[in-house]
Nanobody, 117 residues
């Protein structure tokens, strides 16, 4: 079993940066691909970024490409999301997830990111 705890959310002005971190418990962390998702009020949860178990393969949704960077440290059981040039539309609750294929096995509890004008 894997437990995921996100941190690093907060309030930031448009154009600013935040770094989210997801800490995982369990010895199987390195076997999972990890994803970041977000959910804005009144909207469905959407994919933001993913990183393979080794870190060799990375994907982003188009709207965050060039602004967000996902990384992981399997020795520390962490996966991070560096978010730069934040926009109002990035406001959401951000979740990390442990994935197998297209399925999410475990979710974190989420961390709020609010971008103000």
């Amino acid at each position: 079993q894997v437990q995921l705890v996100e941190s690093g959310g907060g309030l930031v002005q448009a154009g600013g940066s935040l770094r989210l971190s997801c800490a995982a418990s369990g010895r199987t962390f390195s076997s999972y691909a990890m994803g970041w998702f977000r959910q804005a009020p009144g909207k469905e949860r959407e994919f933001v970024a993913s990183i393979s178990s080794s870190g060799a393969y990375i994907n982003y949704r188009d709207s965050v490409k060039g602004r967000f960077t996902v990384s992981r440290d399997n020795a520390k059981n962490t996966v991070d999301l560096q978010m730069n040039s934040l926009k109002l539309e990035d406001t959401a609750v951000y979740f990390c997830a442990a994935t197998v294929g297209s399925s999410v096995d475990y979710w974190g509890q989420g961390t709020q990111v609010t971008v103000s004008s």
